[in-house]
């Protein structure tokens, strides 16, 4: 299918002429004369052109004030314009605007057609990013939060509040598992920013300096092996969303320089001169209690309120199992769809221990049964024997006389089990870090780190 190409030229000769040009370049081109036949085309004919070439002054108007007006209709085309004289005030409104281009006749038709051509993927570009936007905001809408429990109900109704209103910053907590990172998403495409970028980062995964220099950027030479410029994630959220998950783990010195970010909405990059304004708004996630942290002089209190400006809590799967039949039909049927499988009947037996079940993982933990289950089928039937459930429910982990053992059934994340080993060698090492430091084969420090991380007890 060839791209549309909408030409508006009142010279009848030079119109032509173009149209020519563009239709040998394998152009779909439409030629009109004046801006009251472009915006028939345009509203009521249906074209959906790639790129418009316009004339600056035609019969029935100028062609910037038809721009600003039907800027909504077109705003994945492109615009070149065409004028006989140059203006600065025509050129500067028109880059305001946001036109691709602005040129003078007569011009060489080489380098128009070279200006066609970066209007046009400049148009693809745009076009992509709406495309993939409308599948996010199709994808994560109010309904992917599965449930009819009271909870969820009212958690449902507070999302659909929040995202009709500018907010600037709101913290989500929850147990690990719970879907902070779901609720984000919906956030996020469903509100006024959903065509902006939507940025994630853990704070717990990285460093403190390593985090500082991806949430502010860097300029180069600002460090050892800073080659070049890199822009933070604040930048690359510009417009958007940028979210902060495990913000509770962040160290606190940097803590400080995230309050005065999120207050003023600049940065200034590592080694860097000049501040830098944004435009982001913050959603933060943790599962901590975060008026516990502050009180234990854990996390600031300034920047706990700067951002608690809305709080959104969402509630562990065991106290919404009312919500349980409904999440396991809709993780079947994307796993069914996934690995082209056919589950159709759940046996009572299996209803019963997933009922009866603790869900320490919560939803991610359902969710990894589900998928694991689904996956291992092999006829319509749910197979209970790939559950897997651990028989005590109420031990994420057991002791055993040579070590330990942790079940590999989706109940225990990766920073669980981390946990529970340098939780039982501290135990065995009597609180000692430098012997449980040697038993665990790392450095004091790396110890001590997972220790604060997970709030351990050791001397």
Same mark, same amino acid.
């Given at each position: 299918m060839r791209d549309s190409l909408l030409i508006i030229e009142d010279e009848n000769l030079l119109g032509n002429e173009l149209a020519r040009y563009f239709r040998k370049q394998n152009w779909e081109v439409t030629l009109v004369c004046s801006l009251a036949e472009a915006e028939k085309c345009l509203t009521k004919q249906g074209i959906d052109p790639l790129v418009i070439l316009s004339d600056m002054n035609l019969p029935d108007g100028n062609a910037l004030d038809f721009l600003e007006q039907i800027k909504e209709t077109t705003n994945s085309t492109e615009w070149l314009f065409l004028t /006989?004289? /140059?203006?600065?005030?025509?050129?500067? $409104? #028109?880059? $305001? *605007? /946001? #036109?691709?281009?602005?040129?003078?006749?007569?011009?060489?038709?080489? $380098? &128009?057609?070279? %200006?066609? !051509?970066g209007a046009a993927r400049s148009a693809r570009a745009q076009r +992509? @990013?709406?495309?993939?936007?409308?599948? =996010?905001?199709?994808?994560?809408? %109010?309904q992917t939060l599965a449930g009819k429990s009271q909870s969820i109900t009212q958690l449902r109704e507070m999302i659909k509040q929040v995202s009709q209103v500018p907010f600037s910053s709101l913290i989500i907590t929850g147990e690990t598992g719970t879907g902070k990172g779901l609720i984000t998403k919906i956030l996020h495409y469903s509100g006024a920013r959903a065509k902006g970028p939507l940025i994630e980062i853990n704070c717990a995964a990285l460093p403190r300096e390593l985090l500082e220099s991806e949430l502010f950027g860097y300029e180069a030479g600002a460090f050892t092996g800073a080659k070049k410029r890199h822009r933070g994630l604040f930048e690359q959220a510009h417009t958007g969303t940028l979210f902060l998950d495990e913000i509770a783990e962040m160290d606190m010195e940097l803590q400080g320089k995230l309050l005065k970010a999120v207050e003023d909405l600049r940065i200034r990059r590592l080694g860097g001169e000049h501040e830098i304004e944004v435009d982001v708004q913050i959603i933060a996630a943790t599962n901590k209690d975060l008026p516990h942290e502050v009180s234990e002089g854990q996390f600031r209190e300034d920047l706990y309120h700067r951002l608690n400006v809305i709080n959104l809590h969402i509630p562990p799967l065991r106290e919404r199992l009312d919500d349980l039949q409904d999440l396991i039909l809709l993780f079947i049927a994307e796993n069914n769809a996934k690995s082209n499988k056919n589950i159709r009947i759940i046996p009572d037996s299996v209803s019963k221990k997933l009922s009866a079940y603790h869900w320490p993982g919560n939803i991610r933990? %359902? +969710?990894?049964?589900? !998928? $694991?289950?689904? &996956?291992? #089928?092999? /006829?319509?039937?749910?197979?209970? =024997?790939? *559950?897997? &459930?651990?028989?005590? %429910?109420?031990?994420s982990s057991i002791s055993t006389e040579n070590g330990l053992f942790l079940p590999l059934d989706g109940s225990l994340t990766l920073d669980d089990m981390e946990k529970t080993i340098?939780?039982?060698? @501290?135990?065995? #090492?009597?609180?000692?870090?430098a012997a449980a430091a040697r038993m665990l084969g790392m450095t004091r420090e790396t110890l001590r780190y997972r220790v604060q991380k997970y709030q351990l007890k050791c001397h």
């Open positions: /006989g004289y /140059g203006s600065v005030a025509d050129s500067v $409104r #028109a880059v $305001r *605007l /946001g #036109a691709y281009d602005f040129i003078e006749k007569p011009c060489d038709l080489k $380098r &128009l057609n070279m %200006l066609i !051509e +992509r @990013l709406d495309n993939q936007t409308q599948e =996010q905001n199709n994808k994560y809408t %109010l933990e %359902l +969710r990894n049964i589900i !998928e $694991r289950c689904v &996956l291992l #089928a092999t /006829g319509n039937i749910f197979p209970e =024997q790939w *559950l897997q &459930l651990p028989n005590n %429910l109420n031990q340098i939780q039982e060698v @501290l135990i065995q #090492a009597d609180s000692n870090v």
